[in-house]
């Protein structure tokens, strides 16, 4: 069912989605942002709320632990004041001590005696050690007013039959003179004296401390684990509750304590929330920085999306207005990653798309004009053979050999000349042309030349341009050549599918800013004086028959003779009138 419905929800977001990349992009991000981050947060809020409760509760128990111990140490150690006292009472020599105000030597002795046992009792937190008669006389200092102890709540419970001690609880010290009353909270315990056959029985034991220290102590519990404290008595009787108001309720935490020394039980209830109020902070801290960080991931996610694509939009642009027809267009790379690479390799192509436009447009046009050329030389080529024909038998008619074999020649290369009907002719043709344009040099020049030719005749049957070799020896004859005097020599070699024809003289060559201006020249610009046009039109048809790799390569010295190296492709005239390359 899961593997379906992310094929599902992938399908939807990846095919026919319209989402644009920088949506679908923002959509990753936020998925690989947000998946990672809600996954640790719920873990560290887990994690984090075991060990705080863990711990808060660890910490509760401890607290009421001391309580105990506290507690537990203040009646202990009242629980022996009183037992000291009681052993002394018990004495059987202590018959002197009465119930009414001592009259005799010896029972003032005694009185002094005891009551020096009761000093000798106190400590810091004692407020007051006494012993109350059944006739309200009482032994201690002179500042506690018995008729006031019924203002204690637990005082009035006590009758005489009771035994043992009997913890009063808390109260305030309001039952003494007046000056003695001073309303601090007291810590009481009675103890009722039951020797039937001895001194003192039915006398209570009255000790009281200071319960401040407790009190604060109790007061500094609540104020930490913010718990309500209770404390009661053995028959559960109210002993001590804290003074906020409280509703007890069956979530409450609750920890308590049963006192060994008299019973009392210290139970601290604390609510759920209050309980978990650390866990629940953690919680709303964790929802609220996984909200912030939802929304600062949104934030980055957008920014890094929309830089990225802002790079793949802009090439889309391009695009575009290269599709109008707008070459001129480039990209902005900005730097050398994948997306860089290609708009470097967007602005090659059609950097290479223009010069490709422009190198068609050029040859159309030089096509166009060369068409245009042939078209002029067309206009009744007939009519300069006729004539040229008729000067010939003219001259044979007046015996002037020379000026019929000059004709002659010069009528076999305008004939290859004006013969348009093919643009590429075989090696050996061209040739031919080339001796007929040296016998006319031979007869105007005599012997002052030689011309060598190295050809193999398996080379003649491949095709080279038209008239491409004549203008050549043109410049040899009208540039080169003082009065025609010179050496020439041509050969033809093979360079694997290559053939590579080697034109050299020893005339008067070519300066160097010349001939680097000849070659820099472009074959529509008119030549600076004489010379260089035949070189340059030979050379671009080699280029527009064969490729731009294709062509001439001049090197000359002043003074030395200039060489000259065309280099094309193999290729024979096939039988239909098809070239084949080899």
């Not at 010069?355 to 068409?371: H, I, Y």
């Amino acid at each position: 069912m899961w593997s379906h419905f992310f094929k599902k929800l992938y399908h939807r977001f990846s095919i026919r989605s319209y989402f644009s990349i920088r949506t679908k992009l923002l959509f990753c991000f936020l998925i690989v942002a947000i998946i990672p981050l809600l996954s640790l947060g719920a873990l560290n809020y887990y994690q984090s709320a075991i060990v705080i409760n863990s711990q808060f509760g660890k910490y509760g128990e401890n607290t009421v632990a001391q309580l105990d111990q506290q507690i537990s140490s203040a009646l202990n150690r009242m629980n022996q004041t009183t037992g000291t006292i009681y052993s002394y009472l018990l004495d059987p020599a202590r018959v002197g001590l009465g119930d009414h105000v001592p009259t005799t030597y010896q029972e003032i002795m005694d009185k002094d005696d005891f009551e020096a046992l009761l000093k000798s009792l106190k400590t810091d937190l004692t407020r007051g050690i006494y012993l109350i008669t059944r006739s309200g006389y009482y032994y201690g200092e002179n500042n506690l007013d018995v008729s006031k102890l019924n203002d204690i709540p637990a005082w009035r419970a006590l009758t005489y039959s009771s035994k043992g001690p009997y913890w009063l609880g808390f109260y305030p010290m309001n039952h003494g003179m007046e000056a003695s009353d001073t309303g601090d909270p007291i810590l009481g315990l009675a103890v009722r004296i039951n020797n039937p056959a001895g001194t003192q029985h039915g006398s209570t034991i009255l000790i009281e401390e200071n319960a401040q220290v407790l009190l604060d102590m109790f007061h500094m519990f609540e104020e930490d684990t913010k718990a309500h404290l209770t404390i009661t008595g053995s028959e559960g009787q109210p002993i001590y509750q804290s003074d906020s108001p409280f509703t007890p309720d069956d979530s409450d935490v609750v920890w308590n304590r049963t006192l060994a020394a008299n019973g009392w039980k210290i139970e601290a209830r604390l609510p759920a929330k209050a309980f978990y109020f650390s866990s629940s902070l953690i919680r709303s801290n964790t929802v609220l920085v996984a909200i912030v960080s939802c929304l600062l991931a949104f934030g980055l996610a957008y920014i890094f999306s929309s830089k990225f694509t802002a790079r793949i939009r802009r090439l889309k642009d391009s695009m575009q207005k290269v599709s109008f027809g707008k070459l001129h267009t480039r990209t902005l790379v900005e730097g050398k990653d994948e997306l860089g690479s290609l708009d470097t390799s967007f602005n090659r192509m059609v950097g290479g798309i223009q010069s490709l436009v422009q190198e068609v447009e050029q040859s159309e046009r030089l096509k166009k004009e060369a068409e245009l050329k042939a078209f002029h030389y067309q206009i009744n080529p007939h009519l300069l053979f006729n004539t040229l024909n008729s000067i010939q038998w003219k001259a044979r008619l007046q015996g002037a050999e020379d000026i019929r074999q000059m004709l002659y020649h010069l009528t076999m290369v305008l004939e290859g000349n004006l013969d348009i009907s093919q643009e590429l002719i075989t090696l050996g043709r061209e040739l031919r042309m080339i001796e007929h344009f040296l016998k006319i040099q031979e007869i105007r020049y005599g012997s002052a030349f030689s011309y060598e030719q190295t050809c193999d005749e398996e080379f003649k049957p491949y095709l080279i341009p038209r008239m491409t070799l004549q203008p050549l020896f043109e410049n040899i004859f009208f540039h080169g050549f003082e009065d025609g005097a010179g050496n020439i020599s041509l050969s033809v070699r093979e360079e694997g599918d290559h053939l590579l024809l080697t034109l050299s003289d020893d005339g008067a060559g070519i300066t160097a800013e010349k001939l680097k201006a000849l070659m820099r020249a472009k074959p529509e610009s008119k030549p600076q004086g004489r010379g260089g046009l035949g070189v340059q039109n030979a050379n671009q048809k080699f280029k527009l028959h064969f490729g731009q790799q294709y062509g001439l390569t001049v090197h000359s010295t002043k003074g030395e003779g200039t060489t000259i190296v065309i280099r094309w492709p193999k290729k024979e005239e096939s039988p239909h009138g098809d070239n084949q390359d080899h």
